[in-house]
């Protein structure tokens, strides 16, 4: 018998997800808590730990919309307890979001939020929203982004353009042919999307 020790990435998850269909707001919790995505502890008994099959699972719950008051009970015995309880707070926030169709039908009209858990979840949600025709709302978005002050941790709000920019790419590989996305890496040559 032999034991094979994988390293998890992060990236190649969260493309592996938007291929895979796996719902935006897991995509956002996992850039957002990333150790998360492999949180592995073997147990004597039944109990999940997250990994990355048991996090995309709980992501397909979570899209199959099962009622609120049942959602602990699943999400805690696909992937743990403490994925459970911090997923769940986090898709909170993901359902008080301005709405992903609003910031695509105006990019100028919402204020951006200030807290990088929120950012994630709503870049996460626009990125879904990925075509050819989104592009250009998509694109202001992130020049919005890459001009915002940085957080008080000393985050750079800029860094969630490009993960808005490489997520939407990854979801429609189409956008990578749009004036749009051409001119905002022709201004950008060093972040490779």
């Not at 935006?24 to 850039?31: D, H, Q, S």
């Not at 899209?63 to 009970?73: L, N, S, V, W």
């Not at 743990?80 to 898709?91: K, Y």
């Not at 301005?98 to 949600?125: H, M, N, Q, R, W």
Request: proline share 6%; net charge negative.
């Amino acid at each position: 018998m032999s034991i094979l020790n994988f390293d998890i990435d992060v990236e190649d998850w969260i493309q592996w997800a938007i291929i895979n269909n796996i719902h935006p707001v897991m995509r956002a919790f996992i850039r957002a808590r990333p150790n998360l995505l492999f949180d592995f502890k073997p147990t004597g008994d039944m109990t999940n730990s997250p990994t990355p099959r048991t996090v995309a699972h709980v992501g397909r719950l979570y899209a199959d919309k099962y009622p609120t008051e049942t959602e602990y009970e699943l999400y805690s015995g696909a992937a743990g307890e403490g994925f459970a309880i911090e997923f769940l707070a986090f898709s909170k926030i993901f359902r008080k979001l301005v709405s992903p169709k609003k910031v695509i039908a105006d990019p100028d009209g919402f204020t951006i939020p200030g807290e990088p858990d929120v950012l994630y979840a709503l870049c996460g949600a626009v990125a879904n929203l990925s075509s050819e025709d989104t592009m250009k709302s998509i694109v202001r978005f992130a020049e919005r982004l890459g001009s915002s002050d940085n957080f008080d941790d000393g985050t750079a709000r800029s860094e969630f353009a490009v993960l808005l920019i490489r997520d939407s790419c990854n979801h429609d590989n189409e956008c990578r042919n749009t004036r749009e996305y051409i001119e905002w890496q022709t201004k950008n040559p060093d972040i490779v999307v």
